[in-house]
């Protein structure tokens, strides 16, 4: 099904013997399964209640791609973004014990997203609380050794099993009370966890208060049965190690896991694309414009948390080593390593997806706004992004950019003004957030071309009734909508407002001042978007001339194709002309 709707392949094929074990060792009814980054979910959507649906995976009204807690009763909780699973399981258990319940909870997390700090400060947090639950670490970078893995597996079940666990209580009770037991029981539990340092990776944990299980093999049903059977067994936390292949039992998968960690639709036999876009996509086009910038000034830094491929930046990594720095699942500690660099004297480019940004807005407001330091930050992913549905939504960088002082905030409509801004920047000695969308980079070749100013919006049409303001990407709309009304006999203006900090007025609240009804559209939230701040200008000016938002709602969108959404969100030329038509 993937291979037809596309989605997360490799995490998912990766953890399907662990699913398995999980359904069989715990009782989804009464139980709590805590999934980290729904994309390891596919197989167990298949064995709870979605098998019969399975066939709409990412598809409008169908199956999310992640967990969804409204869509069944056995998704717990949200999990788009990552290193929350911890954290949640953690407050689960927490409050199943206040109020007696006999609940058990698991949560399953990736070695990637541990690389988060959230799932530090959780596991720091749960070695305090001493919660009895489970986490399970699904590592899928460390190859599997047949020896080492067999013998750390005897090493853990020794260690933890049911007669020893039985042996070790007794014994502690023997030595409680008597003379120096306090000291051997000290000395004892100092071998064991030399002992589990030594052989296993486990110390960090251990040293933590959390129990250390590992490594057990993730493709063998019955060992990680054993490993959870074991982890039952204790008091207090205990984590397991599982060590597993990412994309296993599909051959294109193992062999470019990264490739098909999220894929668009494919062929199943060849493991290709199965159609090939028809024009170069924004995330190119910003790939290969920063890849040329770093190559005339040696000041320009590319920066991604964990998402090399999905920004665009494998070119420069490749070109570019010693000034690309992957900082993994870690956005906030991204943000303020940029301010960092930006100390330095260096000019870093942040590239990341919109909704992982909002992770980091502290550290955008403090870090780097406050001091004026030359930040780009390169919002991928801003707008409506189709199948991946509401988490992954860039709904909000638009409202919680233009509130935050300093920043210059730029909506490049195609790619070629993309390139322009990108040049732009390297002579800022403040910060920059320019949003651009997922998806092909539409082209205006019967426009006119003209230059990009810095704080100057683009009027592409003027003297018009019908003032059409149109905020970045969602042009192509706009420009439909423009063309709808000239033959619906209406006189449009048509302004592409390209920066919304700052924006300099004149040309715009010439044309507002000159219509008689004023249309805005932006691919962003309604609340404290582009269409705010025209509303705030034409009051500010005086101007009598009422303006119409269009744009996200406030609420949360679900997941389809873009053209279906903004179909249902009422954001294509269609819906808005009707509107505007009814208006005037």
Same mark, same amino acid.
């Given at each position: 099904?993937?291979?037809?709707?596309?989605?997360?392949?490799?995490?998912?094929?990766?953890?399907?013997?662990?699913?398995?074990?999980?359904?069989?060792?715990?009782?989804?009814?009464?139980?709590?399964?805590?999934?980290?980054?729904?994309?390891?979910?596919?197989?167990?959507?298949?064995?709870?209640?979605?098998?019969?649906?399975?066939?709409?995976?990412?598809?409008?009204?169908?199956?999310?791609?992640?967990?969804?807690?409204?869509?069944? *009763?056995?998704?717990?909780?949200?999990?788009?973004?990552?290193?929350?699973?911890?954290?949640?399981?953690?407050?689960?258990?927490?409050?199943?014990?206040?109020?007696?319940?006999?609940?058990?909870?698991?949560?399953?997390?990736?070695?990637?997203?541990?690389?988060?700090?959230?799932?530090?400060?959780?596991?720091?947090?749960?070695?305090? &609380?001493?919660?009895?639950?489970?986490?399970?670490?699904?590592?899928?970078?460390?190859?599997?050794?047949?020896?080492?893995? #067999?013998?750390?597996?005897?090493?853990?079940?020794?260690?933890?099993?049911?007669?020893?666990?039985?042996?070790?209580?007794?014994?502690?009770?023997?030595?409680? $009370?008597? *003379?120096?037991?306090?000291?051997?029981?000290?000395?004892?539990?100092?071998?064991?966890?030399?002992?589990?340092?030594?052989?296993?990776?486990?110390?960090?944990?251990?040293?933590?208060?959390?129990?250390?299980?590992?490594?057990?093999?993730?493709?063998?049903?019955? $060992?990680?049965?054993?490993?959870?059977?074991?982890?039952?067994?204790?008091?207090?936390?205990?984590?397991?190690?599982?060590?597993?292949?990412?994309?296993?039992?599909?051959?294109?998968?193992?062999?470019?896991?990264?490739?098909?960690?999220?894929?668009?639709?494919?062929?199943?036999?060849?493991?290709?694309?199965?159609?090939?876009?028809?024009?170069?996509?924004?995330?190119?086009?910003?790939?290969?414009?920063?890849?040329?910038?770093?190559?005339?000034?040696?000041?320009?830094?590319?920066?991604? #948390?964990?998402?090399?491929?999905?920004?665009?930046?494998?070119?420069?990594?490749?070109?570019?080593?010693?000034?690309?720095?992957?900082?993994?699942?870690?956005?906030?500690?991204?943000?303020?390593?940029?301010?960092?660099?930006?100390?330095?004297?260096?000019?870093?480019?942040? #590239?990341?997806?919109?909704?992982?940004?909002?992770?980091?807005?502290?550290?955008?407001?403090?870090?780097?706004?406050?001091?004026?330091?030359?930040?780009?930050?390169?919002?991928?992913?801003?707008?409506?992004?189709?199948?991946?549905?509401?988490?992954?939504?860039?709904?909000?960088?638009?409202?919680?950019?233009?509130?935050?002082?300093?920043?210059?905030?730029?909506? *490049?409509?195609?790619?070629?003004?993309?390139?322009?801004?990108? $040049?732009?920047?390297?002579?800022?000695?403040?910060?920059?957030?320019?949003?651009?969308?997922?998806?092909?980079?539409?082209?205006?070749?019967?426009?006119?071309?003209?230059?990009?100013?810095?704080?100057? *919006?683009?009027?592409?049409?003027?003297?018009?009734?019908?003032?059409?303001?149109?905020?970045?990407?969602?042009?192509?709309?706009?420009?439909? &909508?423009?063309?709808?009304?000239?033959?619906?006999?209406?006189?449009?203006?048509?302004?592409? &407002?390209?920066?919304?900090?700052?924006?300099?007025?004149?040309?715009?609240?010439?044309?507002?001042?000159?219509?008689?009804?004023?249309?805005?559209?932006?691919?962003?939230?309604?609340?404290?978007?582009?269409?705010?701040?025209?509303?705030?200008?034409?009051?500010?000016?005086?101007?009598?001339?009422?303006?119409?938002?269009?744009?996200?709602? $406030?609420?949360?969108?679900?997941?389809?194709?873009?053209?279906?959404?903004?179909?249902?969100?009422?954001?294509? #030329?269609?819906?808005?002309?009707?509107?505007?038509?009814?208006?005037?």
């Amino acid at each position: 099904m993937v291979s037809e709707n596309g989605g997360h392949l490799a995490p998912s094929l990766g953890v399907v013997e662990l699913t398995i074990a999980l359904l069989r060792c715990y009782d989804v009814n009464a139980d709590n399964i805590v999934w980290d980054v729904g994309h390891q979910s596919y197989a167990y959507k298949i064995l709870t209640d979605r098998l019969e649906n399975f066939r709409t995976l990412r598809k409008f009204k169908g199956i999310s791609g992640f967990i969804k807690p409204g869509e069944s *009763p056995y998704d717990v909780c949200i999990s788009g973004h990552t290193s929350t699973s911890i954290s949640n399981a953690l407050g689960i258990a927490a409050g199943n014990r206040i109020q007696g319940r006999e609940s058990r909870t698991v949560a399953v997390i990736g070695d990637g997203a541990m690389s988060g700090g959230m799932a530090f400060e959780a596991l720091n947090n749960l070695g305090t &609380l001493k919660k009895n639950i489970i986490v399970i670490l699904n590592d899928n970078e460390m190859s599997i050794n047949h020896n080492v893995g #067999a013998f750390s597996g005897y090493l853990s079940g020794t260690l933890t099993g049911d007669f020893v666990m039985k042996m070790k209580k007794d014994i502690q009770n023997i030595f409680e $009370d008597a *003379p120096l037991g306090d000291k051997f029981l000290s000395f004892a539990k100092k071998v064991e966890s030399s002992v589990i340092s030594f052989f296993t990776p486990g110390s960090f944990f251990e040293d933590l208060g959390i129990k250390y299980i590992g490594p057990v093999n993730g493709h063998k049903i019955k $060992d990680i049965e054993k490993a959870i059977s074991n982890g039952l067994l204790q008091d207090g936390p205990v984590l397991i190690h599982v060590a597993t292949v990412k994309g296993k039992g599909y051959k294109h998968a193992e062999e470019s896991p990264d490739a098909f960690h999220g894929v668009s639709p494919f062929d199943v036999n060849t493991g290709k694309p199965a159609k090939k876009t028809h024009g170069e996509n924004w995330t190119d086009v910003f790939g290969r414009k920063i890849t040329e910038m770093a190559g005339r000034d040696e000041r320009v830094t590319a920066v991604t #948390a964990a998402m090399k491929d999905g920004t665009g930046l494998r070119g420069f990594s490749e070109r570019f080593p010693g000034r690309f720095f992957d900082v993994g699942i870690a956005e906030q500690h991204g943000v303020t390593f940029c301010a960092g660099l930006a100390t330095s004297g260096m000019k870093p480019y942040f #590239a990341v997806y919109s909704t992982f940004l909002q992770r980091a807005f502290d550290q955008i407001i403090h870090d780097v706004a406050i001091s004026k330091l030359p930040v780009t930050f390169c919002i991928d992913r801003a707008g409506l992004v189709g199948a991946d549905g509401s988490t992954h939504h860039g709904a909000f960088d638009i409202s919680y950019m233009r509130l935050i002082p300093n920043i210059a905030v730029m909506l *490049p409509k195609d790619g070629r003004e993309l390139e322009e801004m990108l $040049d732009m920047t390297l002579d800022f000695r403040f910060p920059a957030a320019i949003r651009y969308p997922r998806g092909y980079a539409a082209e205006f070749p019967d426009i006119p071309r003209e230059p990009v100013v810095f704080g100057c *919006p683009e009027v592409v049409k003027s003297g018009g009734d019908v003032v059409i303001i149109s905020a970045g990407h969602i042009f192509d709309e706009a420009y439909k &909508l423009c063309a709808m009304l000239f033959e619906a006999g209406v006189k449009a203006s048509l302004i592409n &407002l390209r920066f919304l900090k700052p924006l300099e007025r004149r040309a715009l609240t010439d044309e507002l001042a000159a219509g008689k009804l004023a249309v805005v559209m932006e691919d962003g939230a309604v609340k404290g978007g582009a269409g705010e701040e025209i509303q705030s200008i034409v009051m500010e000016e005086g101007l009598n001339i009422p303006v119409m938002k269009f744009g996200l709602p $406030d609420g949360f969108v679900e997941h389809g194709s873009v053209d279906e959404l903004r179909g249902l969100v009422g954001l294509d #030329a269609l819906s808005v002309f009707g509107k505007v038509m009814k208006a005037l």
